[in-house]
């Protein structure tokens, strides 16, 4: 039986849960909703082509975590500040742009793919994201130097916004990195997404000291949020918060994230470590009959139109899967190709 997290509950809750319903309007509200089915229609999808092997490799599905990413992004704008993120990659690409199709093909590995079938599932990339990274930790450092690259060139109304596993904390490379950024008064956003597993190892075996956020930002002396990752609307407003407050001081912050995700760490692991029970009451928590329940009492969206909505992105992610299969692999004469910026 897993411990609860040392979370003070209140922290998730002094968040303004109504802030989305402030800011945004009902066409980007059910804009959120299709988005948050979309990543799960894909996940799902993107599992069973691996079981078909279709899909070879790593593959680390999403399904439980889609609220984040999707409150990130609209909390602070698609299409300015840097991303960057782990391993765990195919939410942040889709909701930044990339289309399903050039997602699915990537995971099979054709040249129709996001990264030319060169990357596959855990180097996704898009215009303003700098990859699914593999390597745990590593990319704090890329993020600390994105948001360096802000500084430089004087652009102040964006940040750089680095999304990192609870198992990355105890990586020597992030506390360099958060060292540097608050030295420097970097404009960076480390989102920490506390899924309370590294691989199969509980987080009370792997982080001495919890919760992170709360703990590791009095180190470096800068603000923590503590989000309810399950909850689009609590994180939407954490993440707004927290993105003014950058903006205003040009200084780092610290967010975790508590949530978990629904499969093992990746295809490759049936997560015998957690009981049916767990993962059952964990699932009662899931983000997007939550944010359903929101939009229909607020008049948004029925049972019927979610359904219809559903049925939708899975059509979408059922289309790209048509394509990524039709696709060609990449020719062996391009294998030299990409490798140079022209
Ligand atoms: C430096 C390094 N060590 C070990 C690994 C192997 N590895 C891949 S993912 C992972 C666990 C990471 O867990 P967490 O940061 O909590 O992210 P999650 O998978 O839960 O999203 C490990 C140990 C790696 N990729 N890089
Ligand atoms: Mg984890």
Redesign the pocket.
Known sequence: MSKKYPCVKYNFFKHNRDQAFVDLSKAELLEIMKEMLLIRNFEIRAEQSYQKKLVWGFL?LYIGQEAIQTAAVHAMGKNKNHWIT???CHALALLLGVTPREAMAELYGKATGNAKGRGGSMHFYADRMYGGQ?????HVPIASGLAFALKYKKIRDEVAVCF?????VA?GAMHEAMNIATLWNLPLIVVV?N?Q???GTQIYRAIANLPIAENLAKAYGISSYTLDGMDFLASYHGFKSAFEEVKKTQRPVLIETVGH?YRG?SVSDAALYRTKEELENIMQEDPIPRFFNELEMRGYLTKEQFEEMNQEQKNIVLDAMEFAEQSPFPKITDLEEGVYAP
């Open positions: 680390h782990t391993y765990r593999g390597i745990v930790g590593s990192l596993g609870d198992g990355a990586q997404e899924n597993y590294g691989m995700r760490h």
